[in-house]
């Protein structure tokens, strides 16, 4: 149950595309299309932004983007915006009805 | 509508004990599995147990695995996490979360997290 490995920051200005990386092994990203994406303001409740991979639930923007390859999922965020700025975590599956989340990543738009 | 509220947090001393509730205010709960994740400080998200919509079958993370039990009580749309032989590294901030619903395999609804504090 080690935590997915995610950058610990990523930056970049209004406007601008980013991407967040999520690697994990076979027996959680590569192994299920269960990776889902949270978006987490400081001392908020966190708030789902992709599911399966790469679906989005109602109400998300859709500047907010997932996908997978392999072991490695990926969020991507489009049209960067000053509300964008938040910490982001990826979760998957790993069976036996567990889960395991990733590092985390601090989004800063400068 | 679903809203989740988390009570039960406070400080303990290491190797107490402490019992967290999150009450689901909603009328679905009974159809769903729940979960409890944590936060500590200056820390990332990491998922701590789960339970079955029947609360027949639980999952632990094994960092919590003898230590922690996971229940709920449907009659009282209720989810329950007590916490033996606390250490301090299980000081966090501990939220509930409703699995599922029209997010598959993702943490749909989130509680506001409860705060524990295990020092001496």
């Known amino acids: 149950q080690s935590a997915l490995t995610q950058p610990a920051s990523v930056s970049g200005s209004p406007g601008q595309s980013i991407t967040i990386s999520c690697t994990g092994t076979?027996?959680?990203?590569?192994?299920?299309?269960?990776v889902s994406w949270y978006q987490h303001h400081p001392g908020k409740a966190p708030r789902v932004m992709i599911y399966?991979?790469?679906k989005r639930p109602s109400g998300v923007s859709n500047r907010f983007s997932g996908s997978k390859s392999g072991n490695t999922a990926s969020l991507t965020i489009s049209g960067l915006q000053a509300e964008d700025e938040a910490e982001y975590y990826c979760?998957?599956?790993?069976?036996?009805?567990?889960?395991?989340f990733g590092t985390g990543t601090k989004v800063t738009v400068l | 509508e679903v809203q989740l509220v988390e009570s039960g947090g406070g400080l303990v001393q290491p190797g107490g004990s402490l019992r967290l509730s999150c009450e689901d205010s909603?009328?679905?709960?009974?159809?769903?599995?729940m979960n409890w994740v944590r936060q500590a400080p200056g820390k990332g998200l990491e998922w701590v147990s789960g339970?079955?919509?029947?609360?027949?079958?639980?999952y632990y993370a094994d960092s919590v695995k003898g230590r922690l039990t996971i229940s709920r009580d449907n009659s009282k749309n209720t989810l329950y996490l007590q916490m033996n032989s606390l250490r301090a590294e299980d000081t966090a901030v501990y939220y509930c979360?409703?699995?599922?619903?029209?997010?598959?395999?993702?943490?749909?609804?989130w509680g506001q997290g409860t705060l524990v504090t295990v020092s001496s």
């Open positions: 979360a409703r699995v599922g619903g029209l997010v598959a395999g993702a943490f749909e609804y």
């Open positions: 909603g009328s679905t709960f009974i159809r769903y599995g």
């Open positions: 339970i079955s919509s029947s609360g027949g079958s639980t």
């Open positions: 076979n027996s959680d990203v590569g192994g299920y299309n269960l």
């Open positions: 399966e991979g790469s």
């Open positions: 979760c998957s599956y790993a069976g036996s009805s567990t889960y395991v």
